[in-house]
């Protein structure tokens, strides 16, 4: 079963213009709720070693719980809904307070009142 804030691997498929895609890390951020229920979908934001610091990306570093061996940026303004079917597997967990600024940027790029 997945989590919150799962780190997985999975394809995202043959990128178009500056899409996310191919092979890639990502970060699960469906509500758990959602997720404990098991759905056939889930959202995702993928993840990067090309930190640039945009304002619509979270950095997480690296640590044993995650599973990262760089510096990465969650790329929020690649937003995506993807098939559970697509992960290959978990590699790890970014935890609440990293899921929670992804929330919080992804509410900003979306203009949901916070």
């Known amino acids: 079963m997945l989590n919150s804030g799962d780190v997985i691997q999975l394809d995202l498929g043959v990128p178009e213009g500056r899409e996310a895609g191919f092979r890639h890390r990502a970060v699960v951020i469906t509500a758990q709720r959602i997720l404990d229920a098991q759905p056939n979908v889930i959202q995702v934001v993928p993840l990067t070693s090309t930190v640039r610091g945009f304002a619509a990306e979270v950095t997480i570093e690296p640590d044993d719980v995650n599973g990262l061996r ?16 697509r992960v290959d597997q978990v590699t790890g967990n970014i935890g609440a307070a990293a899921v929670s600024q992804i929330r919080d940027t992804l509410g900003l790029i979306l203009d949901v009142p916070g």
């Open 70 to 85: 760089n510096q990465s940026a969650a790329q929020c303004q690649h937003i995506r809904a993807v098939s559970t079917m």
